[in-house]
T-cell receptor, first 114, second 111 residues
């Protein structure tokens, strides 16, 4: 059973297009995240939702809009894609705030904007 | 601001011991995590430290000194499959859901 799943795994698209990435977790966790990992391997948090409520919104262009229809799903929609958006986007989930419980990451979505 | 530093790359020999260091300067601290990330895959959790000292887990150990803003990951009896990137991450004290990651240390294990 896949704990955190993302679709699609690969996404190649043209500049200016709009695209969505979907994430689902079957771990019963309350908190979900979107991270961006660039070519230098920095993993940077973008958004976090707790029980469908947005709790972290880092300095991200407003072309990026997350949506959480329920606590098991967190989608990311990107408008007007730019070359600099090319990266690997990881979804993650965690069971609680604090403590030694960590985040569980999805397999990543490799986005290439041409 | 947050600043987390790790060496970019290290090479070690199969069967040896390697220590990967991480230094951090953060405005708040509520735990330090180490993750392993194989090429093209997702990060997976290795260890967690919130108090000073050493946490041991099989071949992997992690150490923390909060006063020095320093941690290391120790890998013993290296195996070829340990070739991966190792990411250090600090959890924010004010917001438990916020994690700050270093850029990772790529470990190459050679025969």
């Amino acid at each position: 059973d896949t704990a955190v799943s993302q679709t699609p795994k690969y996404l190649v698209t043209q500049m200016g297009n709009d695209k969505s990435i979907k994430c689902e977790q079957n771990l019963g966790h309350d908190t979900m995240y979107w991270y961006k990992q660039d070519s230098k391997k920095f993993l940077k948090i973008m958004f976090s939702y707790n029980n469908k409520e947005l709790i972290i919104n880092e300095t991200v262009p407003n072309r990026f809009s997350p949506k959480s229809p329920d606590k098991a799903h967190l989608n990311l929609h990107i408008n007007s894609l730019e070359l600099g958006d090319s990266a690997v986007y990881f979804c993650a989930s965690s069971p609680e705030r604090g403590g030694r419980e960590t985040q569980y990451f999805g397999p990543g979505t490799r986005l290439l904007v041409l | 601001g947050q600043n987390i530093d790790q060496p970019t790359e290290m090479t070690a020999t199969e069967g040896a011991i390697v220590q990967i260091n991480c230094t951090y300067q953060t405005s708040g601290f509520n735990g330090l995590f180490w993750y392993q990330q194989h090429a093209g895959e997702a990060p997976t959790f290795l260890s967690y430290n919130v108090l000073d000292g050493l946490e041991e887990k099989g071949r992997f150990s992690s150490f923390l000194s909060r006063s020095k803003g320093y941690s290391y990951l120790l890998l013993k009896e290296l195996q070829m499959k340990d070739s991966a990137s190792y990411l250090c991450a600090v959890r924010d004290r004010g917001n438990f859901n916020k994690f700050y990651f270093g850029s990772g240390t790529k470990l190459n294990v050679k025969p």
